[in-house]
Nanobody, 126 residues
Framework: QVQLVESGGGLVQAGGSLRLSCTAS???????LGWFRQPSGKEREFVAAISWSGGTTAYADSDKGRFTISRDNNKNTIFLQMDNLNPEDTAVYYC????????????????????WGQGTPVTVSS
């Protein structure tokens, strides 16, 4: 019922930037949205999340201020602006949607019943 479609991944050199997009459809009105990533051979980890209004955000410590999450509710789309990328950022990035409308974005960090997109790969070369 819920569809999350990511785009914007690709190859980039260290120090470069990428902007990921995720468009949500289905019954996601009011739900927090965010991003996770999964490096090859490792577990999926939280990256960032944003509330429905866009007024509240949450970030993983590893982002170190390099990433910015935002949203455009007119298109039900979220973005992840990634600057100063390094090889450790290499992973498949997944869009996620929480199941509870108007819950805080930090709740997405530990939810295990999120809706998931198919992922978009990001590769950062050194």
């Amino acid at each position: 019922q819920v569809q999350l479609v990511e785009s914007g991944g690709g190859l980039v050199q260290a120090g470069g930037s990428l902007r990921l997009s995720c468009t949500a459809s289905g019954r996601t009105f009011g739900n927090p949205l965010g991003w996770f990533r999964q490096p090859s051979g490792k577990e999926r980890e939280f990256v960032a999340a944003i509330s429905w209004s866009g007024g509240t955000t949450a970030y993983a410590d590893s982002d170190k201020g390099r990433f910015t999450i935002s949203r455009d509710n007119n298109k039900n789309t979220i973005f992840l602006q990634m600057d100063n990328l390094n090889p450790e950022d290499t992973a498949v990035y997944y869009c996620a949607a929480g199941r509870k409308p108007f819950s805080p974005p930090d709740a997405l960090r530990t939810n295990r019943d999120n809706y998931w997109g198919q992922g978009t790969p990001v590769t950062v070369s050194s």
